[in-house]
Antibody
Framework: QMQLRQSGPGLVKPSETLSLICTVAGGSISSSSYYWGWIRQSPGKGLEWIGSVYYRGTTYYNPSLKSRVTVSADTSRNQFSLKLISVTAADTAVYYC??????????WGQGTLVAVSS | EILMTQSPATLSVSPGERATLSCRAS??????VAWYQQKPGQAPRLLIYGASTRATGVPARFSGSGSGTDFTLTISSLQSEDFAVYSC?????????FGQGTRLEIK
């Protein structure tokens, strides 16, 4: 059974870069047909898609975050990552990674609460 | 951006009864809709994709319907473990958005 395990800091200073890694176990990110994505959930709010990557490097981003986001895949480590630059308090959220194909994110990582604070 | 509007925001239902949750898209998204269940402190769990296909391991009491702009998630006979927040999500031309969620609470 595939599992996605997230890692990365839970505290980032304003104006700095948020970096998270999602390691895939029980399957390969090089599988065709699937993308690998990041979603976040601000406290008490709904889910927001951030961006997704195909193992060959094709990426798609939420237009509202596109100027600050990079999602990339590392097939040698079976991982994919998220970088969000110039963070502010508005970026404080629980960040999730997930595999997806079309309108179906499954499975999900355990979630990482990232607070933006000095 | 395609907006997904869920109603009601909160739904109070007694165990054993039926729950009907709605999701409306701001434009035609055909059948590109998924439904998720989320419990406190947990990641969302995929229930339904393609508007009406149950994900692996999802009980048969969960069903999805609709196409175009109006979609429904129905839970036929509520169990105690079903009380949670439910969110819809659409995929259209790589513009992925989620609804704000419906909180299903015990009446």
């Amino acid at each position: 059974q595939m599992q996605l395990r997230q890692s990365g800091p839970g505290l980032v200073k304003p104006s700095e870069t948020l970096s998270l890694i999602c390691t895939v176990a029980g399957g390969s990110i090089s599988s065709s047909s699937y993308y690998w994505g990041w979603i976040r959930q601000s406290p008490g709010k709904g889910l927001e898609w951030i961006g997704s990557v195909y193992y060959r490097g094709t990426t798609y981003y939420n237009p509202s975050l596109k100027s600050r986001v990079t999602v990339s895949a590392d097939t040698s480590r079976n991982q994919f990552s998220l970088k969000l630059i110039s963070v502010t308090a508005a970026d404080t959220a629980v960040y999730y990674c997930a595999r997806h194909r079309g309108a179906a994110f499954d499975p999900w990582g355990q979630g990482t609460l990232v607070a933006v604070s000095s | 951006e395609i907006l997904m509007t869920q109603s009601p925001a909160t739904l109070s239902v007694s165990p054993g009864e039926r729950a009907t949750l709605s999701c409306r898209a701001s434009q035609n998204i055909y059948s590109s809709v998924a439904w998720y269940q989320q419990k406190p402190g947990q990641a969302p769990r995929l229930l339904i994709y393609g508007a009406s296909t149950r994900a692996t391991g999802v009980p048969a009491r969960f069903s999805g319907s609709g196409s175009g702009t109006d979609f429904t998630l129905t839970i036929s006979s509520l169990q105690s473990e079903d009380f949670a927040v439910y969110s819809c999500q659409q995929y259209h031309d790589w513009l992925i958005t989620f609804g704000q969620g419906t909180r299903l609470e015990i009446k």
